[in-house]
């Protein structure tokens, strides 16, 4: 395969390529996590967030990170919406093209921490996908919408009563996996991965390597082939996909 050629970003951060972005959109989660895993990487899928929305079958994106805390009656009372520089309202504002929207929401789905007007605004933006280890709101809604979005749950619930948004673009944690921003997060139907900035270009060439040998494999299993020697593949086995 051709060596995958980089630049830099504005922010001093080696941009992902565009071969690498093309072929996590091909590999699944599933190969993703095994080449993290073989890369000693153990906690990188997203636990318990899944696809809520039919979009939500194929997401790849730059994560933007936004921070929760729980919320205090004295500090988040329905007024505070009235501002536009609001954190949430900030934030919203300031993903970009291609990027998906993590929010840390600590696991607490008793209250939203995305509506769907926030949502819609994201979309317009170009942003590829929202990721909450929280609830959404107007699910009926995000049901319909052309956004990839995973979530722990739904609630009709405002975040004021549980969540205190205090900044973006920090490290989270996300479903107790870290995500720092500029990360890749891949989802599926499986769920989500996070995949650490630097290593996305081997873990892209290498999942969609992977994939293809394990197709050739599949090939010879629906032919009636038996696991021995087939999976895993046995040199012989290698030696015939590699000359094919």
Known sequence: MPQMQTTQDPTGRKQVSQEALDALRRTSTATLSTQLFKRGLRNVFLHGITAYNDYGTR???????????????DLDPLSVFEDYDHPQRAGVES??????LVIDARRQTQAASLGHILATRLKMR?????VTDGAIRDSGDFASLDLPTFTAGSSPV??????????SQVPIGCAEVAVYPGDYIVGDADGVVCIPRH?????ARD????ERLEDFILGKIESGRALRNTY?????LLAEYENQ
């Open 59 to 73: 997401m790849v994106g730059e994560a933007f990170t936004m921070r929760c805390i729980p919320s205090r009656e």
């Open 126 to 130: 170009g942003a590829a996908g929202i």
């Open 207 to 210: 999942g969609a390597e992977q």
């Open 158 to 167: 405002t975040n004021l009563l549980q969540h205190h948004v205090v900044e």
């Open 232 to 236: 895993p593949a046995s040199p012989e």
């Open 95 to 100: 993903v970009g093209q291609g990027q998906v």
């Open 199 to 203: 290593l996305v270009e081997e873990v």
